[in-house]
């Protein structure tokens, strides 16, 4: 037999589709770790696998709650005595991007590669692209760059920078405004070294807080800022505007710039970026976008709502002071922010 690739790959099994059976009320999550690896007997010949059953959830029930238990789950895999070489995590495709954000900014100076995957179609169908995405997430986990990454349909994409565009197409996530890190083809994995975020520096932290008292709306002409009045007293402590184009809000007849510094007045961290789906948002350029910034908004610049949302609610978790939450917001973490 094959000599197996050296060390240990810990796989952390979570629900979604890979593992997902059918029911008589639709598909529902119904394998562990084993039952998927079954299906992936070159893999197993490959790799050692030790196999940790988390979670069994569609990836719409996976909320904060559950990516501080995956956080834990990873902290505890790389403190143990035998740390593996790598971590896979299989996962529901519908909330995975928030999930490799979340735990890009919750797994701080990560010494080895955590690398999520998932498919369109259960493991269990002969068309599915489970096993070709689990293999490439075994590739990047025992590729020795840390980081939290994402594999799918023959990519590896940063956790920071993914985003899912597809509901059922096997290319179901793209990387906005940054390079993929890394394809499978003819070569094997080949890792484009230049696109990794800068070396670990400094021990690994467990950062789990959490606090999810976030909005996000996408803006839409007309909408009425008066809604935005009941944020504050629903304990709503951060909302992400996704306004429109390079950076834009209406103030004719409904005024949503008073409303926004009504909304950071009330202690909101107020972020602002864009509605588009590629490249930076930029306040500075239009009017009706300048004033925003100037009523105390957070500029995204060019990172996914995606990240935005998950940085928000661990820096809430681990802040009180909404000044020190926005001030950390802009920091650059794991190449969530390029164009600044
Ligand atoms: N609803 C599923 C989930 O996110 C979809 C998938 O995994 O592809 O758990």
């Excluded at 999550?29 to 084993?34: E, I, Q, R, T, V």
């Excluded at 593996?84 to 928030?98: E, L, S």
Aim: proline share 6%.
């Amino acid at each position: 037999m094959e000599a197996k690739s050296g060390g240990t790959v810990h796989l952390i099994a979570t629900g979604g589709t890979i593992a997902s059976v059918p029911s008589a009320h639709g598909l529902v999550p119904g394998f562990g770790g084993a039952e998927i690896l079954r299906y992936c007997q070159s893999a197993l010949l490959h790799y050692d696998i030790e196999i940790e059953d988390l979670l069994n959830l569609d990836s719409s029930n996976i909320q904060p709650e559950e990516w501080q238990i995956m956080a834990r789950a990873v902290a505890r895999a790389l403190t143990s005595p035998r740390p593996p070489v790598g971590i896979v995590i299989t996962h529901g495709t519908d909330t995975m991007a928030y999930t490799a954000a979340a735990l890009s900014y919750m797994l701080v100076n990560l010494p080895l590669p955590v690398v999520l995957t998932g498919s369109q179609l259960p493991i269990t169908d002969p068309l599915s692209d489970a096993t070709a995405n689990l293999a490439a997430a075994l590739a990047m986990a025992t590729s020795g760059v840390p980081g939290v990454f994402l594999a799918f349909d023959r990519q590896i994409l940063l956790g920071t920078r993914a985003v899912k565009v597809r509901t059922t197409g096997f290319a179901a996530f793209e990387s906005i405004n940054h390079p993929i890190v890394g394809h499978i083809g003819g070569d094997g994995l080949v890792l484009d070294h230049s696109c990794l975020p800068p070396p670990v520096n400094g021990p690994f932290r467990l950062e789990d807080a959490v606090d999810a008292s976030v909005m996000v709306l996408k803006l839409s002409p007309g909408f009425d800022p008066g809604l935005l009045e009941a944020l504050p007293a629903r304990g709503c402590r951060a909302l992400v505007l996704e306004a429109f184009g390079i950076g834009g809000v209406h103030e004719l007849r409904r005024n949503l710039l008073t409303a926004l510094e009504s909304l950071i007045a009330a202690g909101l961290v107020v972020v602002v970026g864009s509605q588009c789906l590629y490249e930076r948002s930029d306040f500075r350029r239009y009017a009706v976008g300048r004033s925003v910034l100037e009523r105390g908004a957070v500029p995204a610049f060019d990172m996914t709502t995606e990240s935005c949302v998950a940085k928000l609610i661990t820096l809430l978790g681990r802040y009180r002071d909404p000044a020190e939450v926005a001030r950390r917001f802009r920091e650059p973490v794991c190449g969530d922010i390029q164009s600044a």
